[in-house]
């Protein structure tokens, strides 16, 4: 199983970026995604999740501003960011909870993360 991030890269303050992932491999179903942070010196922190059923999750700083959605038959996780602010300059991750198998517990997994840095 792979998630494949892309869409990161340089985006001055108050403009806009999508973020996008795609899993890929062998498994039997996608359940919740979502796209997590970490800045510079601090810990890993949630940005937004949605369920297999769209239902969302965002951290109170991004609320308003970023919008979460996803493609079931796609298997793909998209992050429209947009209002960007200087701290939100972070590496992102993508983040999938999956079955591997119809009869196998539900596993966590993780892109490779993604580069976003917001200039002032």
């Known amino acids: 199983v792979q998630l494949q991030a892309s869409g990161g890269g340089l985006v001055q303050a108050g403009g806009s970026l999508s973020l996008s992932c795609a899993a890929s491999?062998?498994?039997?179903?996608?359940?919740?995604m979502g796209w997590y942070r970490q800045a510079p010196g601090k810990q890993r922190e949630l940005v937004a999740s949605i369920t297999r059923g769209s239902n969302t999750n965002y951290a109170d700083s991004v609320k308003g501003r970023f919008t979460i959605s996803r493609d079931n038959a796609k298997n793909t996780v998209i992050l429209q960011m947009n209002g960007v602010k200087p701290e939100g300059t972070a590496v992102y991750y993508c983040n999938a909870d999956l079955r591997p198998y119809y009869y196998s517990s539900i596993t966590d997994h993780w892109g490779q993360g993604t580069l976003v840095t917001v200039s002032s």
């Open positions: 491999g062998s498994f039997f179903r996608v359940y919740t």
